[in-house]
């Protein structure tokens, strides 16, 4: 640099100046505010907290007002209901099972059982009851213990196990519709249990007993008089259980499932003859105000009692039940 290159004063002021000039000129120039506007007092308003809350009230009148007109929530149902609803609907299902013939069926085979169950209890303690007096009956005052005393105590269930024997086989064999009409077995059971009546018995006779009691005399032919009707009525029983109707035969209402027959074939007729005669005797009613079905059931407890043997032929059954010859033929083939 030279000398003759270096700014005077007076050119620095008018420079310093002219910037001054220039940033002055550029300055923005600042808007007045807008003036606030002042919210009105609630004095002067009538905006009070009772009118707030009264508008609060009438705005939640209004939505209660729509949604209560609104059924939708009525059409739900309850825990209650549906409770109750379910109820229902099992009774129905309950009773619409109950009248098919296979639960029909079931239900009769539960309670052969039971009512088979509970007769041979009973038999097995009427005989057990009636052991102390055959006891008493066998011994003849021998000593206790004495080998006649122990043996007496014998007696009673040998002959109970004899009788339970027959009783039980007639009574299966019946169950399974194949009653045994047996006049010999039937004299053993009368045997047995005549024997075991009369040895209660013989000591309460009057004439007999040193002091008649009749009380004493029920008492001790309570066992083998209930042996007796048990094993009188329960081949009945067994009898009437193999005929009963359980709503599948073409005889009675009709329904939806046909069984495939069961009638035993005699050997001088086809398989083919038999089913179509068995198709149409089992629609026919027989005369005299008795269907097929109520003569089949006297046929089976006739033969269960020992009245009738356990194949009858057609005249003997039509004598016995006052039937047709169609219908007494009919019951012969089914033997």
Request: proline letters at 7%.
């Amino acid at each position: 640099m030279t000398i003759s290159s270096i700014p005077e004063p007076d050119d620095v002021s008018a420079l310093i100046s002219g910037a001054e000039a220039l940033l002055a000129a550029n300055v923005p120039v600042e808007q007045p505010a807008p003036p606030v506007a002042t919210a009105p007092s609630a004095a002067v308003t009538g905006e009070t907290r009772r009118v707030r809350q009264l508008r609060a009230e009438v705005a939640e009148a209004h939505l209660l007002a729509d949604l209560q007109a609104d059924d939708s929530p009525l059409l739900l149902d309850s825990p209650k209901v549906r409770k109750r609803r379910r109820a229902a609907y099992e009774a129905a299902r309950l009773h619409e099972l109950a009248q098919d013939p296979m639960m029909k069926a079931w239900q009769a085979s539960r309670m052969r059982k039971l009512l088979v169950a509970v007769s041979m209890v009973s038999l097995t303690l009427a005989l057990a009851w009636s052991t102390a007096g055959v006891q008493v009956f066998a011994s003849e005052g021998a000593p206790v213990w004495s080998p006649s005393w122990v043996f007496a105590w014998l007696v009673e269930p040998f002959m109970s196990m004899a009788l339970l024997v027959v009783v039980g086989a007639r009574a299966y064999m019946a169950s399974h519709g194949q009653p045994i009409a047996s006049k010999t077995l039937t004299r053993i059971e009368y045997l047995f249990l005549g024997l075991t009546l009369g040895m209660n018995a013989w000591r309460h006779l009057p004439g007999v007993a040193a002091d008649f009691s009749l009380s004493a005399l029920v008492l001790h032919i309570l066992g083998p008089v209930v042996a007796v009707a048990i094993v009188t009525a329960l081949p009945i029983i067994l009898a009437a259980f193999t005929v009963l109707d359980h709503g599948r035969s073409t005889g009675g209402e009709s329904s939806d499932y046909t069984p495939p027959t069961t009638r035993r074939l005699s050997p001088s007729t086809s398989a083919d003859q038999q089913s179509d005669r068995g198709s149409e005797t089992r629609t026919t009613t027989p005369p005299r105000g008795r269907s097929l079905a109520d003569h089949r059931t006297d046929l089976t407890l006739l033969i269960a009692n020992g009245v009738l043997p356990a194949k009858p032929s057609a005249e003997t059954i039509r004598k016995a039940l006052g039937c047709s010859r169609d219908a007494a033929k009919t019951l012969r083939d089914e033997l």
